[in-house]
């Protein structure tokens, strides 16, 4: 019988899992596996060792999922194994500890933060924000020491950097800037926490007490995820058609648009390592710092040889990339002349050369992104035979459902709403965020998939997902079936995924009432009893009422519930034009988000009065209002 592990205790784990997965694929391999339990002292011979992963690596492909991983752990608990094992993956170099305590164990909990990501973001940040007059009080911060970790406690950081990432996301007439009060600084946090939620991070166990105390671990994970969304932003068919050279022979469009950014960044520097003559790498880890019959930072040589600008284009100047460090033997050395030629580009961000060395996966992959969009160097094929046609571009809906659920941190990561979902992993994770209990042991089929019959193993999922739906969500499912989900149907996975966002809003509102059903007339009910008692004139008829485009009823919604908070002198009334109504919307969606309202919508779902999204923003509102009354 397996040890049950406590939530906080699989947090721990998981933060571990994260750190022996080099790439971030969601898997380690036997290799990391052996290695980390050989650094752990862990007197276990290789035979033992490969013994744990034959009877855990279901499909024999030397690879180790986290929930295998968990079984490992599992296995060596209450052993002096498992402490080592912990100890281990915490004493990894540059890997600080730090001791805590938590209301799930008396024992104390230990997290632990990499200097070298402080190190990395501090210097990303203090360039980023250089000139921003908001941030003077705590820009540059030193990136050797821990001032970052002061610097995000009032949320201004956070708040800008957010911006950086998804432009607009905040109004910045939200963010309390002057003569800060412990009150005032709450609000910020509140305003970046919710509005990072909307971009697609996973924050449900960060709080704004933890920002505010600067607790490293917790900084840096948010930190990274909100930079890693802004670096990804283009790396995207849609966004960038020159992508489209990268097609290998016999591949569709289709194709690569079903790769994720990480993947498109491989072979983005796979194309010009091959044009270089040089060898490809495969993740951004083990094959950029010496291992075996690797390589080192000669890929990176060679990759800002391609890219450089050809003084081809009359914006951007020549120039040359000196290959004179290349040939250096010293390891360290050899990295540091690249690093010297990186920063002929304005692209020495992210990585020292200790960090290429090393091979550290998240930085890496972040200086070769930042050097993708500064330098794609690519060329839009003139391909007759390519539909362009099929590049559309994601819409704000659908990525609105998948900021939501890329929130509440559901693994995959879902980057492509119908791709990511057409084995329906995604979605039962989902039910179990609207309390519908999921067999994951006898009616789910995890990945990784066999290769023959890979697709079946999908569609039994998808046919398990539409039967939860029907009998167990009571959801109305009529026509949608197991292949809708797994062809990728937009119109039919788009109403099912709805459903679950509706029900995952209405039970926060059912915890908040004691368990009393919430439906849309019990909303509208509230929303105009509390308005009319705080003697407000605005009122809404339905969530399809036109009168909601000018958002002055969200304003005062907002007023009611935490009055004074609304700067009425922005909010424009009378006759509006299309831009009056998107600038109330702005503020008010960043508003809402300030008073502690986890809102997914957008201004323009306001302003076009879009029912869903708006039934939404009353939700969350009349939820943050019942938590104050």
């Given at each position: 019988?397996?040890?049950?592990?406590?939530?906080?205790?699989?947090?721990?784990l998981?933060?571990?899992?994260?750190?022996?997965?080099l790439?971030?694929?969601?898997f380690?391999?036997?290799?990391?596996?052996h290695?980390?339990?050989?650094?752990?002292?862990?007197?276990?011979?290789?035979?033992?060792?490969?013994?744990?992963?034959?009877k855990?690596?279901?499909?024999?492909?030397?690879?180790?999922?986290?929930?295998?991983?968990?079984?490992?752990?599992?296995d060596?608990?209450?052993?002096?194994?498992?402490?080592?094992?912990?100890?281990?993956?915490?004493?990894?170099?540059?890997?600080?500890?730090?001791?805590?305590t938590?209301?799930l164990s008396?024992e104390?909990t230990?997290?632990s933060?990499?200097?070298e990501e402080?190190?990395?973001?501090?210097?990303?940040?203090?360039?980023?924000?250089?000139?921003?007059?908001?941030?003077?009080?705590?820009?540059?911060?030193?990136p050797?020491?821990?001032?970052?970790?002061?610097a995000?406690?009032?949320?201004?950081?956070?708040?800008?950097m957010?911006?950086l990432?998804?432009?607009?996301?905040i109004?910045?007439?939200?963010?309390n800037?002057?003569?800060?009060?412990?009150?005032?600084v709450?609000?910020?946090?509140?305003l970046?926490?919710?509005s990072?939620?909307?971009?697609?991070?996973?924050?449900?166990?960060i709080?704004?007490?933890?920002?505010?105390?600067?607790k490293?671990?917790?900084?840096?994970?948010?930190l990274?995820?909100?930079?890693?969304i802004g670096?990804?932003?283009?790396?995207?068919?849609?966004?960038?058609?020159?992508?489209?050279a990268?097609?290998?022979?016999?591949?569709?469009?289709?194709d690569?648009?079903?790769?994720?950014?990480?993947?498109?960044l491989l072979?983005?520097?796979?194309?010009h390592?091959d044009n270089?003559?040089?060898?490809?790498?495969?993740n951004f880890?083990?094959d950029?710092?010496?291992?075996?019959h690797?390589?080192?930072?000669?890929?990176?040589?060679?990759?800002?040889?391609?890219?450089?600008?050809?003084?081809?284009?009359?914006?951007?100047?020549?120039?040359?990339?000196?290959?004179?460090?290349?040939?250096?033997?010293?390891?360290?050395?050899?990295?540091e002349?690249m690093?010297l030629?990186?920063?002929r580009?304005g692209?020495?961000?992210?990585?020292?050369?200790a960090?290429?060395?090393?091979?550290?996966?998240?930085?890496?992959l972040?200086?070769?992104?930042n050097?993708?969009?500064?330098?794609p160097?690519?060329?839009?094929?003139e391909?007759?035979d390519?539909?362009?046609?099929?590049?559309e571009?994601?819409?704000?809906?659908?990525?609105?459902?998948?900021?939501?659920?890329?929130?509440l941190?559901v693994?995959?990561?879902?980057?492509?709403?119908?791709?990511?979902?057409?084995?329906?992993?995604?979605?039962?994770?989902?039910?179990?965020?609207?309390?519908?209990p999921?067999?994951?042991?006898?009616?789910?089929?995890?990945?990784?998939?066999?290769?023959?019959?890979?697709?079946?193993k999908?569609?039994?999922?998808?046919?398990?997902?539409?039967?939860?739906?029907?009998?167990?969500?009571?959801?109305?499912?009529?026509?949608i079936?197991?292949?809708?989900l797994?062809?990728g149907n937009a119109?039919?996975t788009?109403a099912?995924?709805w459903?679950l966002?509706?029900?995952?809003?209405l039970?926060?509102l059912?915890?908040?009432?004691?368990?009393?059903?919430a439906n849309?007339?019990?909303?509208?009910?509230w929303?105009?009893q509390t308005?009319?008692?705080?003697?407000?004139t605005?009122?809404?008829?339905?969530?399809?009422?036109?009168?909601?485009?000018s958002s002055?009823?969200?304003?005062d919604?907002?007023?009611?519930?935490?009055?004074?908070s609304?700067?009425?002198d922005?909010?424009?009334?009378g006759?509006?034009?299309?831009?009056?109504?998107?600038?109330n919307?702005?503020?008010a969606?960043?508003?809402?988000?300030?008073i502690?309202a986890?809102?997914?919508?957008?201004?323009?779902d306001?302003?076009?009065?879009k029912?869903?999204?708006?039934m939404?923003?009353?939700?969350?509102?009349?939820?943050r209002?019942?938590?104050?009354?």
């Amino acid at each position: 019988m397996a040890v049950k592990i406590a939530k906080e205790e699989l947090e721990e784990l998981r933060e571990a899992f994260g750190k022996v997965d080099l790439d971030s694929n969601g898997f380690i391999c036997d290799y990391e596996l052996h290695e980390l339990l050989k650094e752990a002292n862990v007197p276990l011979p290789g035979y033992r060792v490969r013994e744990i992963i034959q009877k855990l690596d279901r499909n024999k492909d030397n690879k180790i999922s986290f929930d295998e991983f968990v079984l490992i752990f599992q296995d060596l608990k209450n052993t002096d194994i498992a402490k080592s094992f912990r100890k281990a993956i915490n004493t990894k170099k540059g890997i600080l500890a730090i001791g805590g305590t938590s209301e799930l164990s008396s024992e104390g909990t230990q997290h632990s933060f990499s200097e070298e990501e402080r190190f990395a973001f501090v210097n990303w940040i203090n360039t980023a924000l250089e000139n921003d007059p908001d941030c003077k009080h705590v820009l540059p911060m030193d990136p050797t020491a821990d001032s970052l970790f002061k610097a995000v406690g009032d949320g201004v950081v956070l708040c800008k950097m957010i911006n950086l990432s998804v432009p607009d996301t905040i109004d910045e007439r939200a963010i309390n800037k002057k003569k800060l009060t412990a009150f005032t600084v709450q609000e910020n946090l509140n305003l970046a926490l919710n509005s990072a939620s909307a971009i697609g991070c996973h924050v449900v166990n960060i709080g704004a007490l933890d920002l505010r105390e600067g607790k490293p671990h917790l900084v840096l994970g948010l930190l990274w995820q909100i930079i890693k969304i802004g670096l990804f932003a283009d790396i995207e068919l849609s966004r960038n058609e020159a992508l489209a050279a990268l097609l290998k022979d016999g591949e569709t469009l289709e194709d690569l648009m079903k790769l994720s950014p990480e993947e498109l960044l491989l072979r983005w520097a796979n194309y010009h390592l091959d044009n270089a003559g040089w060898q490809k790498i495969n993740n951004f880890s083990s094959d950029i710092k010496v291992c075996g019959h690797m390589f080192d930072s000669k890929a990176y040589f060679h990759l800002l040889n391609q890219i450089s600008p050809k003084g081809t284009e009359d914006d951007k100047p020549r120039i040359d990339i000196s290959m004179g460090g290349f040939s250096e033997k010293d390891d360290m050395k050899r990295a540091e002349a690249m690093l010297l030629q990186a920063d002929r580009l304005g692209c020495r961000q992210f990585v020292t050369s200790a960090d290429v060395v090393s091979g550290n996966p998240k930085l890496n992959l972040a200086f070769v992104a930042n050097l993708f969009n500064k330098y794609p160097s690519l060329t839009k094929p003139e391909n007759e035979d390519i539909d362009w046609g099929l590049l559309e571009g994601e819409t704000r809906e659908e990525r609105t459902f998948r900021n939501w659920m890329n929130s509440l941190g559901v693994n995959p990561h879902v980057n492509h709403l119908y791709g990511d979902l057409q084995d329906a992993m995604v979605i039962l994770q989902l039910y179990e965020k609207i309390k519908v209990p999921v067999d994951w042991i006898s009616k789910v089929n995890r990945p990784p998939y066999p290769k023959i019959g890979t697709n079946m193993k999908k569609l039994e999922n998808c046919n398990y997902a539409v039967e939860l739906g029907k009998n167990m969500a009571k959801f109305s499912l009529v026509g949608i079936g197991g292949q809708d989900l797994n062809d990728g149907n937009a119109t039919l996975t788009l109403a099912l995924v709805w459903q679950l966002m509706r029900r995952y809003t209405l039970n926060v509102l059912e915890d908040l009432g004691d368990g009393q059903k919430a439906n849309d007339d019990i909303i509208v009910k509230w929303v105009n009893q509390t308005l009319s008692e705080a003697e407000k004139t605005t009122k809404i008829s339905s969530f399809k009422d036109k009168e909601i485009s000018s958002s002055l009823a969200v304003v005062d919604l907002i007023d009611a519930i935490q009055p004074g908070s609304i700067s009425y002198d922005l909010v424009k009334t009378g006759s509006l034009s299309e831009d009056d109504k998107l600038e109330n919307a702005k503020y008010a969606v960043s508003m809402a988000r300030k008073i502690g309202a986890r809102v997914y919508a957008l201004p323009e779902d306001l302003v076009e009065v879009k029912p869903k999204m708006v039934m939404t923003v009353f939700a969350c509102l009349m939820g943050r209002g019942m938590k104050r009354a």
